[in-house]
């Protein structure tokens, strides 16, 4: 799906402004399914969020779709290939001028491992979600990921 944009300056992050939508910078991250578990991850920087834990993603980019921009990030932070799914209903403000879109995704390839921005990476099941310190921004798009997470299949296969 592609959104309506501004005009932004090549340099700078895409601003969404669809009717309905919001204003701001699009932040787009993922809630990676893998044999029924969520990943989290923990962010190394700024120094503001360092320690906290978020949904792996980032900033939409110019001409990109969504999906393609979850697809990226992903590659580039935690070094794996996805399948993005449905998105997660909602929209949770961030700093000011920043959105948190979620979608969910399904890996396809690759472990996860902490490349840029996390220095710590866990899968949780569904009883281990509030063991990690969430982002407080990100706590009510994880309970709703919580409610898509797929059972955890009895003969180890992906899902
Ligand atoms: N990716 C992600 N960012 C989040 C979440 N919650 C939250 O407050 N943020 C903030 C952290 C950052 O200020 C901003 C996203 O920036 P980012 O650093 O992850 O995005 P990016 O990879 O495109 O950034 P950059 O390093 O290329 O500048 O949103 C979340 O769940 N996922």
């Given amino acids: 799906m592609t959104e309506r944009t501004t005009d932004p300056a090549p340099h700078e ?8 939508q919001g204003a701001g910078v699009v932040v787009v991250a993922g809630a990676l399914y893998d044999r029924g578990r969520l990943l989290a991850a923990r962010r190394s920087a700024p120094v503001e969020l360092a320690g906290r834990w978020e949904l792996p993603g ?14 990226r990030e992903l590659r580039e932070e935690l070094g794996v290939e996805v399948e993005p ?3 997660i ?20 390839s690759g472990e996860p ?4 921005d996390h220095d710590e990476l866990r899968w949780l099941s569904r009883h281990e979600l509030d ?29």
């Fill in 58 to 71: 980032g900033k939409l980019e110019p001409g990109e779709s969504p999906e393609e921009a979850l697809v």
């Fill in 89 to 108: 209903p909602g929209e949770w403000p961030l700093k000011p001028g920043y959105v948190l879109r979620v979608w969910t995704a399904r890996l396809l």
């Fill in 113 to 116: 491992r902490p490349l840029e």
């Fill in 13 to 20: 992050p895409r601003r969404d402004a669809g009717p309905g």
């Fill in 131 to 159: 063991s990690v310190d969430w982002l407080d921004q990100d706590r009510p798009a994880v309970a709703e990921a919580a409610l898509r997470l797929p059972p955890a299949p009895v003969d180890g296969a992906r899902g």
């Fill in 85 to 87: 799914g449905e998105r």
